[in-house]
């Protein structure tokens, strides 16, 4: 064989065997992985005993939790008007459909609708026709009587007439002024007039028209002063009495100041609300009837807190209300109500005079629980 040829096959061989010897072999790298990982098991099994045999020293080992950190502030009540608040409209004070109380035909018209009227100016007026006439009868009649009576009440003291005689003869006169003062009366009521002082917003007789007694002849509103009315809930009436001051803002941003007069002592059956009127003075009349209004009402004070809207939350109920830290820095929910509302926060009642709320991380703590306090300045 050719000597180069042995050489290689000898040297292969021998690296075959060295490399076979280090895979194999006791004290090679593999067998220090599992030395190690024998000693990490045995490490953990004494662990394991460690903490079965001293559950305590187990415990104190371990970090513990950190409780939640919350920011809060002292908030203390004040008292806070209380305001009523209500949608209504104005109308007037009153409205009257003028009628007929005599009947004839329409002689002349003084006013037109929209004209403003004072007490007894006239309106229509009817013609007489026979009146004037049946008037001077009556006169007539009424002379005839007297003279009739005083001659019966001096025959009467003479004794030749009888007391009969003489108590019919008053009767008769009395009769025809009675007839007399009726004539009178019609006559007057031929000039229909304004009851008071006010508009008339209708006129539906015409010249010429004959009216009878009854007809209408005109509407005539009072709007001085004029009304405000609103719907009172029947949770908000109990603070609302006569007198009470109340603020109108009507429709086109006037404001304007009253009283409530009128309270409804029985509510209306489909809302269970109480009809409630403010009365306004007028004195120009520039306030009409029909305006929608937002009624204001002053229902005296109560004890409030005045919060940011940021503060408040609500419970797993729904129901909105501020968390708050007792002096054992537990955390507790109170329930609150709006009472009136700004731009710049709210006030609410139904907390104590003296409460300490959370500001920051309300909502990321609950009921019960103990809690870190850092209190803002």
Same mark, same amino acid.
């Given at each position: 064989?050719?000597?180069?040829?042995?050489?290689?096959?000898?040297?292969?061989?021998?690296?075959?065997?060295?490399? @076979?010897?280090?895979?194999?072999?006791?004290?090679?790298?593999?067998?220090?992985?599992?030395?190690?990982? %024998?000693?990490?098991?045995?490490?953990?099994?004494?662990?394991? %005993?460690?903490?079965?045999?001293?559950?305590?020293?187990?415990?104190?080992?371990?970090?513990?939790?950190?409780?939640?950190?919350?920011?809060?502030?002292?908030?203390?009540?004040?008292?806070?008007?209380?305001?009523?608040?209500?949608?209504?409209?104005?109308?007037?004070?009153?409205?009257?459909?003028?009628?007929?109380?005599?009947?004839?035909?329409?002689?002349?018209?003084? /006013?037109?609708?929209?004209?403003?009227?004072?007490?007894?100016?006239?309106?229509?007026?009817?013609?007489?026709?026979?009146?004037?006439?049946?008037?001077?009868?009556?006169?007539?009649?009424?002379?005839?009587?007297?003279?009739?009576?005083?001659?019966?009440?001096?025959?009467?003291?003479?004794?030749? /007439?009888?007391?009969?005689?003489?108590?019919?003869?008053?009767?008769?006169?009395?009769?025809?002024?009675?007839?007399?003062?009726?004539?009178?009366?019609?006559?007057?009521?031929?000039?229909?007039?304004?009851?008071?002082?006010?508009?008339?917003? %209708? /006129?539906?007789?015409?010249?010429?028209?004959?009216?009878?007694?009854?007809?209408?002849?005109?509407?005539?509103?009072?709007?001085?002063?004029?009304?405000?009315?609103?719907?009172?809930?029947?949770?908000?009436?109990?603070?609302?009495?006569?007198?009470?001051?109340?603020?109108?803002?009507?429709?086109?941003?006037?404001?304007?100041?009253?009283?409530?007069?009128?309270?409804?002592?029985?509510?209306?059956?489909?809302?269970?609300?109480? /009809?409630?009127?403010?009365?306004?003075?007028?004195?120009?009349?520039?306030?009409?009837?029909?305006?929608?209004?937002?009624?204001?009402?002053?229902?005296?004070?109560?004890?409030?807190?005045?919060?940011?809207?940021?503060? @408040?939350? @609500?419970?797993?109920?729904?129901?909105?209300?501020?968390?708050?830290?007792?002096?054992?820095?537990?955390?507790?929910?109170?329930?609150?109500?709006?009472?009136?509302?700004?731009?710049?926060?709210?006030?609410?009642?139904?907390?104590?005079?003296?409460?300490?709320?959370?500001?920051?991380?309300?909502?990321?703590?609950?009921?019960?629980?103990?809690?870190?306090?850092?209190?803002?300045?």
């Amino acid at each position: 064989m050719n000597r180069s040829i042995l050489i290689a096959i000898i040297i292969a061989v021998a690296a075959v065997g060295w490399l @076979l010897t280090g895979v194999l072999g006791v004290d090679g790298p593999g067998n220090e992985d599992s030395a190690i990982a %024998s000693e990490g098991s045995a490490a953990t099994d004494t662990s394991a %005993s460690t903490d079965v045999a001293n559950p305590a020293a187990a415990t104190a080992s371990k970090p513990q939790a950190h409780k939640t950190s919350v920011r809060t502030r002292i908030s203390e009540s004040a008292p806070h008007a209380v305001q009523i608040t209500v949608r209504g409209r104005t109308e007037s004070v009153r409205t009257v459909e003028v009628r007929a109380q005599t009947q004839g035909r329409v002689e002349q018209i003084y /006013r037109k609708k929209g004209d403003r009227v004072a007490k007894g100016d006239p309106i229509v007026r009817l013609a007489a026709g026979d009146r004037s006439a049946r008037l001077a009868e009556t006169e007539a009649l009424i002379k005839q009587r007297e003279i009739e009576y005083e001659a019966d009440r001096k025959l009467n003291a003479k004794g030749y /007439r009888a007391d009969t005689q003489v108590v019919a003869g008053a009767a008769a006169l009395d009769a025809a002024k009675a007839a007399r003062m009726s004539m009178e009366v019609d006559i007057a009521y031929l000039t229909v007039r304004a009851p008071f002082d006010g508009v008339i917003s %209708s /006129r539906p007789v015409q010249l010429g028209a004959f009216l009878k007694v009854g007809d209408p002849v005109a509407v005539i509103v009072d709007q001085d002063p004029i009304l405000a009315i609103g719907n009172i809930s029947e949770r908000e009436i109990g603070q609302v009495e006569i007198g009470t001051p109340a603020e109108v803002v009507l429709i086109d941003g006037r404001k304007v100041n009253g009283k409530v007069r009128f309270i409804s002592p029985i509510a209306e059956p489909s809302t269970r609300t109480f /009809r409630t009127e403010i009365e306004i003075d007028n004195p120009d009349r520039s306030i009409r009837d029909g305006i929608t209004a937002e009624i204001m009402l002053e229902a005296g004070s109560v004890p409030a807190h005045f919060l940011t809207p940021a503060i @408040l939350t @609500l419970n797993d109920a729904g129901v909105i209300g501020v968390r708050t830290v007792d002096r054992n820095r537990q955390v507790a929910f109170i329930p609150i109500s709006i009472i009136a509302d700004g731009p710049e926060g709210v006030w609410v009642s139904g907390l104590p005079p003296q409460v300490q709320i959370i500001t920051v991380g309300q909502e990321f703590v609950r009921e019960g629980q103990v809690v870190d306090v850092a209190l803002a300045e």
